[in-house]
């Protein structure tokens, strides 16, 4: 069975448009058209409904979709494991990692790893710890830093980080001088949270939820630095990982009572293949992260 024609089959069935199959994987639209009749022809099954508009793929359609990303996928892995032979310090790591972990604990180690290993591509994802598990579950991405607390019973892990949640505030706020901060009195304030799907918002919505509290917010950013500056404006007070504040003049942090922890695991699905770049690459952040508690 022709592979690129199943890939192109994968991609008309995802995007549910010929013309946007066609872009995404660069040929004309007549030869995707002229492809996915000859993969008719050669399973022998109708796999396109082109009279109904409702339905794209047709059941027998449906079910080669399914068995075509599982061969699509371990293909790909046979792939990497022949190029491993080739040389065993090339390869590409896809790792997905949140924009704070990303902007303040990496930077520093993913350039010592690139200089200490510069055929080793790392292509880097950012997204929330739910939308990072799920394209590991996907195969989308070889490794990611999800949350360590919920674990998937799909997935394997090995706790890397632990820190404490704690709200970040400008120093002249009142409840700066607390000695803690509980999370009734963090939601009646004014407040500047990550958009849903990041653990820091997560928290907070569930409690309130949970409470039936109506949630004042004023802005809601994944920009770090944004963030940070509404803070330090009086536009709200945020939840943060306490280091995230450590050289800012104007602000201060408060711990939660009862203490929230914020727990990060290295994460990789149990039946993906994982490379020697992947397994390096796991080796050095377990090796080079320091633990905090």
């Given at each position: 069975?022709?592979?690129?024609?199943?890939e192109?089959f994968?991609?008309l069935?995802?995007l549910?448009?010929f013309?946007?199959?066609?872009?995404?994987?660069?040929?004309?639209?007549p030869?995707?058209?002229?492809?996915?009749?000859?993969?008719?022809?050669e399973?022998?099954l109708?796999?396109?409904?082109?009279a109904?508009?409702?339905?794209?793929?047709?059941?027998?359609?449906?079910?080669?979709?399914k068995l075509?990303t599982q061969?699509?996928?371990?293909?790909?892995?046979?792939?990497?494991?022949?190029e491993e032979?080739k040389d065993?310090?090339?390869?590409t790591?896809?790792?997905?990692?949140?924009?704070?972990m990303g902007s303040?604990?990496f930077p520093k180690?993913l350039?010592?790893?690139?200089?200490?290993?510069?055929n080793?591509?790392?292509?880097?994802v950012?997204q929330?710890?739910?939308?990072?598990?799920?394209?590991l579950l996907?195969?989308e991405?070889?490794l990611?830093l999800?949350?360590?607390?919920?674990?998937?019973?799909q997935?394997?892990?090995?706790?890397?980080?632990?820190?404490e949640?704690?709200?970040g505030m400008?120093s002249?706020?009142?409840?700066?001088?607390e000695?803690?901060i509980s999370?009734?009195?963090?939601?009646q304030?004014?407040?500047?949270l990550f958009h849903e799907?990041y653990?820091?918002?997560e928290?907070v919505?569930q409690?309130?939820k949970?409470h039936?509290?109506a949630?004042?917010?004023?802005?809601?950013?994944n920009?770090?630095e944004l963030?940070?500056s509404?803070v330090r404006?009086g536009?709200?007070i945020?939840?943060?990982?306490?280091?995230?504040?450590?050289?800012?003049q104007?602000m201060?942090s408060t711990?939660?009572?009862?203490?929230?922890?914020f727990?990060l695991?290295?994460?990789?699905k149990?039946?993906h293949?994982?490379?020697?770049?992947?397994?390096v690459?796991?080796?050095?952040?377990?090796?080079t992260?320091?633990?905090?508690n």
């Amino acid at each position: 069975m022709n592979l690129k024609r199943l890939e192109y089959f994968c991609q008309l069935a995802e995007l549910g448009n010929f013309t946007r199959a066609a872009q995404a994987v660069g040929i004309a639209q007549p030869a995707l058209t002229v492809a996915i009749q000859k993969l008719e022809q050669e399973v022998g099954l109708k796999l396109i409904n082109r009279a109904d508009k409702n339905s794209l793929l047709t059941a027998e359609g449906e079910v080669l979709y399914k068995l075509a990303t599982q061969l699509l996928s371990q293909a790909k892995q046979v792939e990497l494991e022949l190029e491993e032979l080739k040389d065993l310090e090339r390869g590409t790591i896809r790792f997905g990692v949140s924009a704070m972990m990303g902007s303040y604990y990496f930077p520093k180690i993913l350039t010592e790893f690139k200089q200490k290993y510069p055929n080793i591509k790392i292509h880097l994802v950012d997204q929330g710890t739910a939308a990072l598990e799920k394209m590991l579950l996907n195969s989308e991405l070889d490794l990611a830093l999800v949350r360590g607390d919920l674990e998937n019973p799909q997935l394997r892990y090995t706790e890397l980080i632990n820190e404490e949640v704690v709200a970040g505030m400008v120093s002249s706020h009142p409840l700066a001088a607390e000695q803690t901060i509980s999370l009734a009195q963090f939601c009646q304030q004014p407040l500047v949270l990550f958009h849903e799907g990041y653990f820091l918002r997560e928290v907070v919505s569930q409690y309130s939820k949970k409470h039936q509290l109506a949630l004042n917010i004023c802005m809601e950013t994944n920009l770090i630095e944004l963030q940070k500056s509404l803070v330090r404006n009086g536009v709200g007070i945020t939840t943060c990982l306490s280091r995230i504040l450590q050289n800012e003049q104007q602000m201060t942090s408060t711990p939660f009572e009862p203490k929230i922890e914020f727990k990060l695991s290295l994460a990789w699905k149990k039946n993906h293949y994982l490379s020697k770049a992947s397994k390096v690459f796991m080796t050095y952040l377990s090796s080079t992260v320091e633990p905090t508690n």
